[in-house]
């Protein structure tokens, strides 16, 4: 059983902006180790803390060449577009084509309270920028246009009265990302 559960659309925590970490602790550590493993459950590559109910600033992520966590992230250049199919463990059973930036550059600490800074592009950097809209209260939801977001309301609305109080099922991939 997953350690935390994931909040879903329509709790009011996701539209909240998280607070900077100011003290990277052993709680924080083991926060980070649990969201891993809600991640990894769900399943998912991305998870923020707002999503598990926490309002601080960092999220967890795998994209396959190992778990890594990046406290207080920011990114501070962008190039280019790139549009994905991307979904969110936080409105799960649908994905939506998303156009973002294709390469970012991006600073935060890692959980030793190391400062890191890399370039990211495509797959990374889409879930980089997704998790940070997480912290910044945002949801995918409005990243959509008129006709997206209507079609999200009515797949919701079908999920939600097919499963009574049951979670309907994750978009593959999703947690940050849908995977073709």
């Given at each position: 059983?997953?350690?935390?559960?994931?909040?879903?659309?329509?709790?009011?925590?996701?539209?909240?902006?998280?607070?900077?970490?100011?003290?990277?602790d052993?709680?924080?550590?083991?926060?980070?180790?649990?969201?891993?493993?809600?991640?990894?459950?769900?399943?998912?590559?991305?998870?923020?803390?707002?999503?598990?109910?926490?309002?601080?600033?960092?999220?967890v992520?795998?994209l396959?060449?190992?778990?890594?966590?990046?406290?207080?992230?920011?990114?501070s250049?962008?190039?280019?577009?790139?549009?994905?199919?991307?979904g969110?463990l936080?409105?799960?059973?649908?994905?939506?084509?998303?156009?973002?930036?294709?390469?970012?550059?991006?600073?935060?600490?890692?959980?030793?309270?190391?400062?890191?800074?890399?370039?990211?592009?495509?797959?990374?950097?889409?879930?980089?920028?997704?998790?940070?809209d997480?912290?910044?209260g945002?949801?995918?939801?409005?990243?959509?246009?008129?006709?997206?977001?209507?079609?999200?309301?009515r797949?919701?609305?079908?999920?939600?009265?097919?499963?009574?109080?049951?979670?309907?099922?994750?978009?593959?991939?999703?947690?940050?990302?849908?995977?073709?």
């Amino acid at each position: 059983m997953s350690p935390y559960g994931i909040r879903m659309v329509g709790d009011p925590v996701l539209r909240q902006v998280a607070h900077e970490v100011t003290d990277i602790d052993e709680r924080l550590v083991k926060l980070a180790r649990d969201m891993l493993q809600t991640m990894y459950d769900a399943p998912g590559v991305g998870l923020a803390a707002p999503q598990v109910g926490v309002q601080k600033r960092f999220f967890v992520y795998d994209l396959g060449e190992g778990p890594s966590t990046l406290i207080n992230p920011a990114v501070s250049e962008s190039r280019g577009e790139w549009t994905f199919d991307e979904g969110c463990l936080s409105i799960p059973g649908v994905s939506f084509e998303i156009v973002r930036p294709k390469e970012i550059f991006v600073t935060g600490r890692d959980l030793d309270g190391n400062e890191v800074s890399f370039e990211a592009d495509e797959l990374l950097a889409r879930l980089v920028q997704h998790e940070l809209d997480h912290l910044d209260g945002v949801l995918l939801l409005e990243h959509l246009d008129e006709e997206q977001r209507d079609d999200a309301k009515r797949l919701l609305r079908e999920m939600k009265l097919g499963s009574g109080t049951e979670r309907a099922p994750a978009a593959e991939g999703a947690a940050g990302l849908s995977l073709p």
